[in-house]
């Protein structure tokens, strides 16, 4: 039997958000995957899941069409609370194809005026002053609603809900993976399999003990990561407590409850620097 987490979180007005995560074998490298159904007096309401990396998310929604309208908003508030509370997410990201691009129904909806009305921004300024100049029109005019050809151009940018004053700190496992395919070029000469080798003979220098007596899960992510920590810096500079703290990192993504490895890359600031530089 695969090992899962699940967890049944109790949310107001008689609903309920079930939140599961992927089979162990089955996870992302660097982001993590937490899908959840949202529940009301029994029924299901809603589903989707977030790609979760440090404290940002990629959310997507699935509202059942029996529930969308007046409890869309309020589920989707709900949903982001669970995952800011539990798994410590401060920005959440829309993609461009659930607000309209390429996607009809998203334009004929007017998707990007769902997120907006919730608090989610454009990142990029001259979509971001179209879209304050279209709020205040339709503030002023009630009959007033957005061309086709405005929302398509709305959806071409990420929507961006942050929490608290400080910036939102976006990283994104195609930028993650983009840097290491470079890496593995200029390092490697394109040769993956030497660098997964590099990568397992730094880890047996550096950590040796904490990497006898693996259970087969721990295995297979210390495997799993190699070729990154082949593209990283030398790992000589690192303080022994910080060996620590990036071999539990690497251990919990075996963990049967993914947000314990979301959590510890939260409060693991050299994995974030050492990404960073990598980027």
Request: charge should be positive.
């Amino acid at each position: 039997k695969q090992k899962t987490a699940y967890e049944i979180y109790q949310c107001d007005w008689s609903s309920d958000v079930c939140s599961s995560d992927l089979e162990i074998k089955k996870r992302l490298a660097v982001e993590s995957y937490i899908g959840y159904v949202a529940i009301k007096n029994n029924l299901p309401l809603a589903y989707g899941g977030a790609w979760i990396t440090g404290t940002h998310a990629r959310i997507g929604i699935n509202i059942f069409p029996w529930f969308r309208g007046g409890e869309s908003a309020r589920t989707m508030a709900q949903l982001m609370h669970v995952y800011h509370t539990h798994t410590g997410v401060k920005t959440f990201s829309v993609e461009p194809y659930q607000i309209g691009k390429g996607n009809s129904d998203g334009i004929k909806s007017g998707a990007f005026w769902f997120y907006y009305r919730l608090g989610f921004r454009c990142m990029q300024n001259d979509l971001q002053l179209l879209a304050e100049s279209e709020w205040k029109k339709i503030n002023a005019d009630k009959k007033y609603r957005s061309s086709a050809s405005t929302l398509i151009q709305l959806s071409n940018a990420n929507l961006v809900f942050h929490i608290g004053n400080d910036e939102p700190q976006i990283i994104s496992s195609k930028e993650i993976s983009e840097a290491i395919q470079k890496a593995v070029a200029k390092k490697f000469v394109g040769n993956y399999a030497k660098a997964k080798a590099e990568g397992k003979l730094r880890l047996k220098k550096h950590f040796g003990e904490p990497l006898t007596n693996l259970n087969p899960d721990e295995k297979f992510w210390i495997d799993g990561f190699a070729i990154l920590i082949a593209c990283m810096p030398d790992m000589n500079v690192l303080k022994s407590a910080d060996k620590k703290k990036l071999i539990q990192l690497l251990f919990s993504k075996a963990a049967v409850d993914e947000s314990e490895f979301v959590k510890q890359w939260q409060r693991n600031k050299e994995w974030q620097e050492t990404l960073n530089n990598l980027i």
